[in-house]
C-alpha cells in the first residue's frame, strides 16, 4: 500500500503479508524501485545513503536491508535546493534534438556535469542556455543519462523530460540501448575480437582511479566486447561495444589486458607517441536507443574527431615507413 502526503513529500509504503508471499526477503532499494517507479532506483539508493528512508520509524542508511512483512517505511523527498548553474553560450555540436531529448557529439576537455573543481564551462551549462533539462537528474546533473570522461569525445544523449529520463535509463539498465566506441591503443591482441569481463571498483589507494577490483571487495561487474578494425604497425584501430557503463570502464580494462588506449595519461603508464593529443584517444561513435515517446529506433553516428583522425593518418605512414 502507497499513501503519499504531497505537502509534506513523504511516500509511506506498507509491505502487506499479501504482498510479501511474491517478495519474500527482497532488499530496500530493489522493493522501493519496484513500488516508486517515479523514483529511478540510483535516485532511491541516495535518498537511503542521505538518511531520507525510514524503517518503522528508524532511520536507515543501509539500501541492503530486506523488507519484511510487516515493515512500515517512509521516504522523504527533501525540497529541490536552489541551483548555482548558470546557463553558458558554449557551442554544441547537436546529433539529434526533438522535444524529449538531445544527443550532442561532445569534445575533448568538456566536463559533462559541474563536480568539484569544475562548477562551470560544463555541458550541462552550455544546455542550459539551449533547451529545457529533465529535473529528475537532479539539481547538478539535469537530464544526465549517462556520461563520458572529460576527454573522451562522441556521442552523448541527455533528457529533456522526465519521462524521456526514466526511459533512457531503463534502456541502459536493461541493455538495450547499443553504445559503441572506437579507441587507438598500443599493441595488438592475437585474436580478432574477445570479450573482457572483469568487476570495476575505486583503486584501493588512488582515489582518482578505477581498477579491476573483485565483487567481493566492492567491484562491480563490467563486460567490454572488442574488436579490431585496423592493425597499424605496433597499435591497433579497436571498435568497443559496452554491456555495462562503468566508470573509465573501456580505459580500465583495456589496461588490465596490456592494451591501454594511446594517449591515456591515467592507464597508459604515460607512454609517449610523439604526437600532441588532448586526452586519450577513445570516441563513443554510434549509439543507438528507442526514441521514449514514439518507439522509433534513433541512430547517432558521431564523426571522429580531427585529432583522431590525425592520430591515425601519423600511425599508418609511419607502419609503412
Known amino acids: 500500500m502507497i499513501e503519499t502526503d504531497t505537502a509534506a513529500k513523504i511516500y509511506t509504503v506498507e509491505n502487506t503479508e499479501e504482498f510479501n508471499r511474491s517478495n519474500v526477503n527482497q532488499r530496500l532499494d530493489i522493493w522501493l524501485s519496484n513500488q516508486i517507479p517515479d523514483l529511478s532506483r540510483s535516485r532511491i539508493q541516495t535518498l537511503i545513503s542521505q538518511g531520507n528512508v525510514k524503517v518503522n520509524d528508524e532511520t536507515c542508511t543501509s539500501k541492503k536491508i530486506s523488507v519484511k512483512t510487516g515493515d512500515r517505511i517512509q521516504i522523504i523527498l527533501p525540497e529541490i535546493q536552489a541551483t548555482n548553474l548558470q546557463p553558458e553560450a558554449i557551442p554544441l555540436d547537436i546529433l539529434y534534438e526533438d522535444d524529449s531529448l538531445i544527443i550532442i557529439n561532445k569534445p575533448a576537455g568538456l566536463v559533462v556535469h559541474p563536480a568539484a573543481g569544475h562548477q562551470d564551462g560544463t555541458l550541462v551549462n552550455a544546455l542550459l542556455a539551449h533547451c529545457p533539462l529533465a529535473e529528475i537528474g537532479g539539481v547538478q546533473r539535469p537530464g544526465i543519462v549517462h556520461r563520458l570522461d572529460k576527454d573522451t569525445t562522441g556521442a552523448i544523449a541527455i533528457a529533456k523530460t522526465d519521462i524521456a529520463h526514466q526511459h533512457l535509463q531503463a534502456q541502459l539498465k536493461a541493455k538495450t ?121 534513433i541512430e547517432a553516428i558521431a564523426p571522429l574527431p580531427a585529432q583522431f583522425n590525425t592520430l591515425l593518418k601519423i600511425l599508418r605512414l609511419r607502419s609503412h615507413i
Open 177 to 297: 540501448a547499443r553504445r559503441e566506441y572506437l579507441g587507438i591503443v598500443y599493441g595488438a591482441p592475437n585474436t580478432e575480437t574477445g570479450t573482457i569481463d572483469l568487476p570495476i571498483g575505486r583503486h584501493p589507494t588512488d582515489r582518482k582511479k578505477m581498477a579491476v577490483v573483485p565483487v567481493e571487495k566492492g567491484g562491480r561487474p563490467a563486460v567490454t566486447h572488442w574488436t579490431i578494425k585496423e592493425r597499424i604497425g605496433n597499435y591497433c584501430l579497436m571498435h568497443y561495444q559496452l554491456e555495462t557503463g562503468r566508470t573509465h570502464q573501456i580505459r580500465v580494462h583495456t589496461a588490465e589486458i596490456k592494451h591501454p588506449i594511446v594517449g591515456d595519461p591515467m592507464y597508459s603508464s604515460n607512454r609517449s607517441i610523439g604526437v600532441n593529443l588532448t586526452g586519450q584517444a577513445l570516441h563513443a561513435w554510434r549509439l543507438t536507443l528507442q526514441h521514449p515517446v514514439t518507439g522509433e529506433l
